[in-house]
């Protein structure tokens, strides 16, 4: 139970300011995933992306560079970010060529990475007016870090971004081009979703209807637009729970190298340092390789997971997953049962209107990017305040009739849900006590107008609605 002095009616007075900004506006064209085109220009991905024993040696050093910690001795970082790793790829550069078998993966990656394939005619999205047409000669170089992640061990949802700048800044500056090569067999899947951002303020779609799974294969590479949402679904994954299991060498083409001390160039002397300057053990190891691939994975050998059983309840067929997006946005997925999924398998996903949802922000006071987000929102706040998750989460909880209903009205309310934990401070500001829970109450936060439900009503989806209806149709009035 929050037992902080802080209360609801001091945060609205100190974000008061925030009501009068305007909402950003963004063109977008979505992806139709009737197209069999549609999964070329989201994500391509090659096997055998490197020769058997050239990965052998990468895999290793990886491991090995890992190991090191903070080779740039940067301590904490702003927001707790670490340091990435940057490799101009530019003639006359320091590291143009490459001094051990990182930076030659790294080379042959830049052969396949083409940005004209993600941003073609069918790329349509404004990013401050200006249509962006990125071709070879934009990637100035590569941003590279690792990852190693138990087997059963996510990631949240996020845009690959300039981190630095991100901090100082508050907003985003999106890669060209973001990558994965898994160095591992193991681990939970990447989705990556039909889903991007102007700045990271706001999504479009608001909630995506197209994605990608990748589950990891060994020497695999995974190619996709860098202004895309992507997580690691950790309730997604076949395997155990075995710590650093899953292993990534993570690689973003750009057309400037991203702030420090977020991104670092690995100096000569820095490489020398720690033991990783040898061109001729590589250029020996290249000669001696053989390699059948890279092999693309063809769009049409893809399963695809046509998600569009009208039964949203179905549990035989489906089963339901969240993910929460930043600010604190619950993204609700239906996918087949996890017996029914196939390790190292690429799928391509498309979700009908029934078995996606992610309009219903979870409610907490002590999120302050998520409160100063409500406020920003210019939309009137449906706000359900329960007791806790099991209230909403159980196959007969509310968010099963909730969700649905948010996103029919998606356009016109901000729905968000609120438990005892994470909102009873705001229970004062609507005259609400524990004995009415579960309640609904509409708040617009630009005129501070509200409508509660009727106390000892059946709490339910028709009840709710005609909160809704009845505060859309008196704000109507009110013009």
């Not at 008061?16 to 977008?28: D, G, M, N, T, Y």
Request: with cysteine; net charge negative; glycine share 6%.
């Amino acid at each position: 139970m929050a037992t902080s002095a802080t209360s609801f009616p001091l945060i609205l007075s100190l974000l008061l300011a925030l009501l009068l900004a305007s909402p950003v506006k963004c063109s977008v064209t979505t992806l139709d995933a009737s197209d069999s085109e549609v999964w070329s220009e989201l994500t391509t991905a090659w096997d055998s992306v490197l020769p058997a024993s050239v990965f052998k040696e990468v895999k290793e050093e990886c491991d090995r560079f890992n190991s090191l910690g903070d080779v740039y001795d940067l301590g904490d970082m702003k927001f707790g970010k670490k340091s990435t790793n940057w490799l101009a790829m530019s003639e006359g550069e320091e590291s143009a060529e490459p001094r051990n078998f990182i930076e030659y993966a790294i080379h042959q990656f830049y052969e396949l990475a083409i940005p004209e394939q993600f941003y073609g005619d069918n790329y349509n999205i404004k990013h401050y007016n200006e249509l962006k047409r990125y071709t070879k000669s934009d990637i100035q170089g590569a941003e590279w870090w690792i990852q190693a992640r138990s087997g059963k061990e996510g990631i949240g949802f996020h845009y690959d971004k300039d981190e630095a700048y991100a901090s100082n800044y508050m907003t985003m500056s999106f890669p060209i081009i973001s990558t994965i090569t898994y160095l591992t067999d193991a681990g939970a899947p990447t989705l990556i979703l039909n889903q991007t951002s102007l700045d990271g303020s706001l999504e479009f779609p608001e909630v995506p209807h197209e994605g990608f799974l990748s589950y990891p294969k060994s020497n695999r590479h995974v190619i996709f637009r860098g202004d895309l949402n992507h997580g690691v679904s950790k309730t997604l994954s076949l395997d155990v729970d075995t710590p650093n299991s899953r292993v990534t060498l993570l690689v973003n083409w750009w057309m400037r190298k991203p702030m420090e001390p977020n991104c670092m160039v690995f100096t000569d002397a820095l490489a020398k340092k720690a033991g990783f300057v040898y061109p001729e053990k590589v250029a020996k190891a290249v000669r001696k390789a053989t390699n059948p691939g890279p092999n693309k994975v063809n769009s049409e050998s893809t399963p695809f997971l046509n998600i569009t059983d009208p039964k949203s309840k179905n549990t035989k067929l489906y089963s339901r997953h969240m993910e929460r997006f930043p600010p604190n946005d619950g993204f609700h997925y239906d996918m087949p049962r996890i017996k029914d999924l196939v390790a190292h398998t690429l799928y391509a996903v498309n979700w009908s209107w029934e078995h996606v949802f992610g309009t219903v922000g979870m409610l907490d006071l002590w999120n302050q990017n998520q409160i100063s987000s409500l406020f920003r929102i210019v939309e009137p706040k449906l706000i359900v305040f329960v007791h806790d998750d099991r209230d909403l989460e159980s196959p007969t909880g509310i968010n099963w009739w909730l969700q649905p209903l948010a996103k029919r009205y998606q356009s016109r309310i901000k729905t968000y849900t609120a438990t005892t934990e994470k909102a009873q401070n705001a229970w004062g500001e609507f005259g609400i006590i524990e004995k009415d829970l579960p309640i609904a109450v509409m708040h617009d936060t630009k005129t501070n107008r509200k409508l509660v439900l009727e106390r000892g009503a059946v709490f339910g989806e028709d009840k709710v609605e005609e909160l809704m209806k009845k505060f859309l149709s008196e704000s109507s009035d009110e013009l």
